[in-house]
């Protein structure tokens, strides 16, 4: 049976195409769901691909993601600064996780620098624009082999 991959975007990440260009690129966040679907084939996974601007929201789907996915690819937008829930919520899950950010968070602000979901992550990905999420998927195939 296929594996199944659930990609959570969070809060601004459905503003992409138009908020900051300069930083995220020109791409859509539809754009990088259809990329996701076209690697999904390609490595055999199904891909579950959703954004929320709540926090609340990103924490119940994480839970709910016990009995529908077997691995997570999260870009935790500005979460990735301030949630010890989504933290939480990703270590009580156990699922392989990979955390994907379209830019460098570490050229950035200095509040960037630290994520709280990166120390429950089995990989992270920054600064590689929407290809992060292809190089995600490919290493979480790998993994679930
Ligand atoms: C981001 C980086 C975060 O610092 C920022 O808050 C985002 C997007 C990225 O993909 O580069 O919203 O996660």
């Not at 594996?3 to 859509?28: C, F, H, M, S, W």
């Not at 997570?72 to 994907?100: C, F, M, Q, R, W």
């Not at 292809?134 to 082999?145: G, I, N, P, S």
Request: with cysteine.
């Amino acid at each position: 049976m296929a594996k199944r991959v659930l990609v959570l975007n969070g809060p601004n990440l459905n503003l992409l195409g138009t908020r900051e260009p300069d930083i995220y690129g020109a791409q859509t966040l539809k754009d990088i769901e259809a990329l996701c679907k076209q690697t999904g084939t390609e490595q055999g996974l199904t891909i579950d691909f959703r954004q929320s601007n709540h926090e609340g929201e990103l924490v119940t789907w994480i839970q709910d993601a016990r009995k529908t996915a077997d691995a997570i690819i999260i870009n935790p937008a500005a979460y990735s600064h301030t949630s010890v829930a989504i933290h939480d919520a990703l270590k009580a899950v156990g699922l392989p996780v990979a955390e994907v950010h379209l830019s460098n968070i570490h050229q950035r602000e200095a509040f960037r620098h630290h994520s709280y979901v990166s120390a429950v992550a089995f990989g992270v990905i920054c600064g590689f624009g929407v290809t992060g999420y292809t190089m995600a998927l490919m290493a979480l195939a790998e993994k679930l082999k």
